[in-house]
């Protein structure tokens, strides 16, 4: 069976550090992989996804940005951070498009 | 462009009542998916449902189901007899038929159901 897992699950991080964050799935082969960004009381937004190896689409400009260096695995980086991007940071795959997407746990950030 | 509203943004309710979840969406595309999923406590997304739009017919999981109208744009979910667990954020997301950003998911803003005992 697939899963997905996504580290570390909470974090903080002073203004001005660089970020971090992975997201590994398994059981699965070339899935479409997302970052999402949750903010206090809001719903979700998309940051990022990516269809394969080394190919990233940004969704929104901001002071992310995210890699795909192996098949299953997907990073969101910063060099950085700013107060403004503290959240809850979820990772997400789908087999293909217009099917149902499994999300990780997520990471809630806050940037002190 | 997809659109999901969910005006109801906090809903309280005491355990066995039933509780129905508003979701209404915009798009110009004749073929879509809506989907629900449910965020407890921990923060996880939990994949509910999934429903293309040339399937109105209604469907029922448990204690749970989901009233599909094309009329009137809306996909409503029902809780019947609320337990605590159910307690949690429900989201209802769009997203249309293709490839690249138009099909990705478009999620309403949530409803937090708190499910008293």
């Known amino acids: 069976s697939q899963t997905i897992h996504q580290w570390p699950a909470t974090l903080v991080q002073p203004v001005g550090s660089p970020l971090s964050l992975e997201c590994t799935v398994e059981?699965?082969?070339?899935?479409?992989l997302y970052w999402y960004r949750q903010a206090a009381g809001r719903g979700l937004q998309l940051l990022f996804y990516s269809v394969g190896i080394g190919q990233i689409s940004s969704e929104v400009p901001q002071n992310l940005s995210a890699s795909r260096p192996q098949d299953r695995q997907f990073i969101l980086s910063s060099k950085k951070l700013l107060l403004s991007d503290s959240g809850f940071y979820l990772c997400a795959w789908t087999q293909g498009w217009n099917t149902e997407a499994f999300f990780g746990q997520g990471t809630r950030l806050t940037v002190v | 462009a997809q659109k999901v509203t969910q005006a109801q943004t906090e809903i309280s309710v005491v355990e066995k009542e039933d509780v129905t979840l508003d979701c209404v969406y915009e798009t110009r595309d004749t073929t879509y998916y809506l989907f629900w999923y449910k965020q407890p406590p921990s923060g996880e997304l939990v994949f509910l449902i999934r429903r293309n739009s040339f399937d109105e017919q209604n469907e029922i999981s448990g204690r749970y189901s989901w009233n599909f109208q094309k009329s009137t744009s809306s996909f409503n979910f029902t809780i019947t007899a609320s337990q605590v667990v159910d307690s949690a954020v429900y989201f209802c997301a769009l997203s249309e038929v293709g490839t690249g950003a138009n099909s990705k998911l478009t999620f309403g803003k949530g409803i937090t159901l708190s499910v008293r005992p």
């Open positions: 059981g699965t082969s070339n899935p479409n």
